[in-house]
C-alpha cells in the first residue's frame, strides 16, 4: 500500500518458502498462484502424469497465509493451466483446451461455473466486466456478465467481442502504393 515515488518502501509481511508461482492473483482475501503449463518442462496432460494446480490461499492473516483449496489439471478435461484472473469474484483460467470460470465461494471444493473453448497463454483483464484471453498470435476479448445481472444461464456468461490478430510476416516490402492491411 501507498508503494509510489513519493510513497514508502513494501514491506515484507511474510515469506512461505518451497512455493514457486509465475502467475498470482488477488480477489479479497483470497491469493489464488499458478506455475503456468508453459512454463512446466514437460507436456502438461500427455499422459506422462504432467499437470499443474491453482493453489488457493485464504490471506487473512498475511503473516500466515493458509492454503485452503486447489484446482488441479490431473485427470480432467482443463489441460494445462497457463494463466489467472478474478473478475466479479470468480476465478478464470486459461488453459491448452478453454477457459474456464471457477466459483470458489467454497475454495475448498471449487466448482466450474462456466467455460469457453477459446485456448490461452495468458489473459488480461479488469477485475469485473472485460477479460480477454491471450495467445502469441490473438487476443480474444469477452464481455463478463455477473450472475443475477442479465446473464440467463452460465452459458451466456462469457460475451465474445471481437478478435484481434498480428499481422501476418512478410516477405517483401509492400508496393508504395499498397494500403495498409488494417
Known amino acids: 500500500r501507498g508503494v509510489r515515488a513519493s510513497g514508502t518502501a513494501p514491506v ?27 512454463d512446466l518442462p514437460c507436456f502438461a496432460n500427455s499422459g506422462n502424469n504432467c499437470y499443474n494446480t491453482i493453489d488457493l490461499y485464504d490471506i487473512s492473516n498475511r503473516v500466515s497465509p493458509t492454503r485452503v483449496g486447489g484446482i488441479t489439471t490431473l485427470i480432467t478435461p482443463y489441460g494445462g493451466f497457463n494463466d489467472i484472473a478474478f473478475n466479479y469474484g ?50 480474444l476479448p ?26 501476418p510476416p512478410r516477405l517483401a516490402p509492400p508496393h508504395p502504393n499498397a494500403p495498409h492491411p488494417h
Open 142 to 167: 469477452y464481455g463478463i456478465t455477473p450472475p443475477g445481472s442479465g446473464a440467463p444461464s452460465p452459458a451466456l456468461f462469457f460475451h465474445p467481442l471481437t478478435s484481434h490478430t498480428t499481422a
Open 90 to 139: 470468480y476465478l478464470f483460467a486459461t488453459s491448452l483446451t478453454g477457459t474456464w470460470a471457477f466459483d470458489i465461494t467454497n475454495r475448498a471444493a471449487s466448482q466450474v461455473f462456466s467455460s469457453v473453448t477459446t485456448p490461452g497463454t495468458f489473459l488480461v483483464s479488469n477485475g469485473s466486466n472485460f477479460l480477454a484471453v491471450g495467445t502469441p498470435n490473438a487476443l
Open 12 to 38: 515484507l509481511v511474510s515469506r512461505t518458502t518451497t512455493l514457486r508461482y509465475r502467475r498470482l492473483a488477488v480477489n479479497g482475501n483470497t491469493l489464488a498462484g499458478l506455475f503456468p503449463a508453459t
